[in-house]
């Protein structure tokens, strides 16, 4: 008989700051999801070679690029495209992120209550 509990949500969170990046990763593994931290474009490329992400969580500044260019990237490169949420510490980005294709975004620093809604 096949089990009945699904899978974890498969979470890929990109961003560059140790310390936002870190314990944002530690909240959504409490929150009971797989989790692969990326610190740059070219590591979430990387890891979505042999992770198949339901929601990507991207951090607009990157070392190597921006979270605009990732999202596109990451909807190029795999089957299926991920949820997008764009993770900010700016204000005023709503009509950006949403042209640029993400379904979310969330500002810096992230409220638990309203990650785990977006995450349903």
């Not at 969170?13 to 593994?29: N, T």
């Amino acid at each position: 008989m096949p089990d009945p509990t699904p899978a974890p949500l498969a979470v890929l969170l990109v961003d560059d700051h140790p310390d936002g990046g870190d314990s944002l990763a530690e909240l959504l593994r409490l929150l009971g999801y797989e989790v692969r931290l990326a610190r740059s474009g070219a590591e979430a490329m990387a890891v979505v070679g042999s992770f198949v992400p339901d929601v990507a969580i991207l951090d607009l500044g990157l070392p190597d690029g921006d979270g605009y260019q990732l999202a596109a990237r990451l909807v190029a490169a795999l089957a299926r495209r991920p949820r997008l949420i764009a993770l900010t510490g700016y204000g005023n980005v709503e009509e950006k992120v949403r042209t640029a294709g993400f379904d979310h975004y969330l500002l810096k620093p992230v409220e638990p209550a309203v990650l785990a809604h977006l995450l349903t």
